[in-house]
């Protein structure tokens, strides 16, 4: 498990010693910070081939822990975490692994950014402390939180985090729309996420960007503020980490792209990993809505083991990218658009909470998802807010069917993280024969009763849901011929791609 440290004051994470100079190059040292003062002191010794960059060059620490990189007047150098090491983290458990150099700071926008950082330190030090890491370990993954205001805040703290706390996970990640452009509320958001206990790392989003700059490149000033540097890599055990941004802003909108010097920084960073470990890429966008996203292809392609995962779009799918989609490798490559925390931007009708049900457009529940990953595998489970953990389908079926007409209805099984490799299978009772359910890319009858309801209010006590869209995850089958009058049980099972069976029930009545 992870070792909790809190840094004693908050601001930049470095001790920064030494004079002021204008150069060039940056230098510094990764130490073993043995007191945890945060402070590169006489007796600490440095550490050898640690990772470093400046968000384009990679470089590996000497044998006494230095390093030096090329220094432009608006970027980040930040320590890549190796396995087996932590960084410290803030009061709001951020970790603290960079330091960002801007001398003239950021410009004048509504939300504000870094201060004039000045000329470059004589050296920029690195704490690190030695951190026990299992080859199998929990990670929690948030998609868009997205909180408007207070009030969300406070849904997002009732709804998941609350049963987070304790977690067994060693650290989280939310990829991105940490708000909904209000960037006034990211500190109490990071106090509220702090509770969970674990450290928590964060991608940008469309919805955390400056929307007053001018261009992508002054986008991310209030982000790098509070977080740091707008893509970065750690490690964890066997696994290594690489958030991307690929949010572009051109002054009056966004699209999906990543960008020359941010696939110069993976390119630089790719032969400092070994092939047979996995590398888990993590972003806002859906990497098939990434226009550059081929560049990246030809990069990552030839390795055996890599993974992505995104936000974005308020609803959940598993997509295998193939040659269609423009990838070479020899086994496709598995992108996961993350179930959202906000859900369907919470809307929906209040529950006896007050928070809204918030049901996704594709007919799942709004929730996480929890990724155990051991050696170069990982297994993805969807974790719906505030229900149990096997709480992973809902099937939906008529109230009541004539045994002459019971052929003509169908059962619809939605299976919130089921993807083309799920197999799904129902049986009538406990002795009749299992039937197969297609998956089928419909919209989820569940969610269109919802939609009709919400049309036959007068007024709503919430946000109205999003139009319906047609599901990743939903499959279906005929009712059998000649059921036999009375109360029946529809007994629905789901086999995932890991092999792991979930069972759900319906109760039906034949007349």
């Given at each position: 498990m992870i070792k909790?440290?809190?840094?004693?004051?908050?601001?930049?994470?470095?001790?920064?010693?030494?004079?002021?100079?204008?150069?060039?190059?940056?230098?510094?040292?990764?130490?073993?910070?043995?007191?945890?003062?945060?402070?590169?002191?006489?007796?600490?010794?440095?550490?050898?081939?640690?990772?470093?960059?400046?968000?384009?060059?990679?470089?590996?620490?000497d044998s006494d822990g230095n390093w030096a990189l090329p220094a432009r007047d608006d970027c980040n150098f930040f320590v890549v975490k190796p396995s087996g090491w932590m960084t410290p983290v803030n009061d709001k458990q951020l970790p603290q692994f960079y330091y960002t150099h801007k001398p003239d700071g950021s410009p004048d926008l509504k939300y504000k950014g870094v201060k004039p950082t000045g000329p470059l330190p004589e050296s920029i030090n690195f704490p690190l402390y030695r951190n026990r890491e299992s080859g199998e370990f929990e990670a929690i993954f948030f998609a868009d939180p997205q909180a408007r205001d207070q009030k969300e805040l406070d849904y997002i703290a009732h709804d998941v985090v609350e049963e987070l706390i304790g977690t067994d996970a060693e650290f989280g990640v939310t990829l991105g729309d940490i708000m909904f452009d209000d960037l006034s509320l990211f500190s109490n958001h990071n106090k509220l996420i702090a509770l969970i206990g674990v450290p928590w790392y964060n991608v940008i989003g469309n919805h955390d960007i400056n929307y007053d700059s001018e261009g992508d490149p002054k986008s991310d000033e209030t982000f790098e503020r509070v977080y740091g540097p707008n893509y970065y890599a750690y490690s964890y055990g066997p696994v290594n980490f690489v958030v991307l941004d690929n949010v572009r802003w051109d002054g009056s909108n966004y699209h999906g792209g990543l960008g020359d010097r941010q696939l110069a920084f993976v390119e630089n960073l790719l032969p400092h990993i070994p092939e047979d470990e996995l590398i888990m890429f993590m972003m806002h966008i859906p990497l098939p809505e990434t226009e550059d996203r081929k560049a990246?292809?030809?990069?990552?392609?030839?390795?055996?083991?890599?993974?992505?995962?995104?936000?974005?779009?308020?609803?959940?799918?598993?997509?295998?990218?193939?040659?269609?989609?423009?990838?070479?490798?020899?086994?496709?490559?598995?992108?996961?658009?993350?179930?959202?925390?906000?859900?369907?931007?919470?809307?929906?009708?209040?529950?006896?909470?007050?928070?809204?049900?918030?049901?996704?457009?594709?007919?799942?529940?709004?929730?996480?998802?929890?990724?155990?990953?051991?050696?170069?595998?990982?297994?993805?489970?969807?974790?719906?807010?505030?229900?149990?953990?096997?709480?992973?389908?809902?099937?939906?079926?008529?109230?009541?069917?004539?045994?002459?007409?019971?052929?003509?209805?169908?059962?619809?099984?939605?299976?919130?993280?089921?993807?083309?490799?799920?197999?799904?299978?129902?049986?009538?009772?406990?002795?009749?024969?299992?039937?197969?359910?297609?998956?089928?890319?419909?919209?989820?009858?569940?969610?269109?009763?919802?939609?009709?309801?919400?049309?036959?209010?007068?007024?709503?006590?919430?946000?109205?849901?999003?139009?319906?869209?047609?599901?990743?995850h939903l499959w279906k089958a005929d009712l059998p011929s000649g059921l036999e009058p009375g109360i029946h049980r529809i007994w629905v099972r789901s086999e995932d791609m890991y092999g792991r069976v979930f069972n759900a029930n319906r109760v039906i009545r034949v007349k």
């Open positions: 909790r440290w809190v840094l004693p004051t908050l601001g930049l994470l470095l001790a920064v010693h030494g004079t002021l100079h204008a150069a060039d190059q940056a230098t510094g040292k990764v130490f073993q910070d043995a007191n945890r003062n945060g402070k590169l002191d006489a007796d600490e010794d440095g550490i050898q081939g640690v990772l470093v960059s400046n968000q384009r060059e990679v470089t590996k620490t990246l292809f030809r990069l990552i392609e030839d390795r055996p083991y890599t993974m992505s995962i995104s936000g974005h779009r308020h609803w959940q799918a598993h997509f295998f990218l193939d040659k269609d989609d423009g990838w070479r490798g020899d086994r496709p490559h598995h992108h996961v658009v993350n179930v959202t925390v906000s859900g369907s931007w919470w809307s929906g009708e209040p529950d006896a909470m007050g928070i809204p049900h918030t049901r996704m457009a594709d007919g799942a529940p709004n929730g996480y998802s929890i990724i155990t990953f051991d050696g170069h595998k990982a297994t993805v489970d969807f974790k719906a807010a505030r229900r149990p953990k096997d709480y992973q389908m809902h099937i939906h079926a008529p109230e009541v069917v004539s045994t002459e007409t019971s052929a003509n209805h169908q059962v619809y099984a939605n299976v919130f993280g089921g993807s083309k490799r799920t197999e799904v299978n129902m049986r009538i009772g406990n002795s009749g024969e299992w039937i197969e359910l297609k998956k089928v890319r419909e919209p989820d009858p569940y969610f269109l009763e919802l939609k009709q309801r919400e049309a036959k209010q007068p007024e709503l006590a919430g946000r109205k849901l999003p139009s319906p869209m047609r599901s990743h």
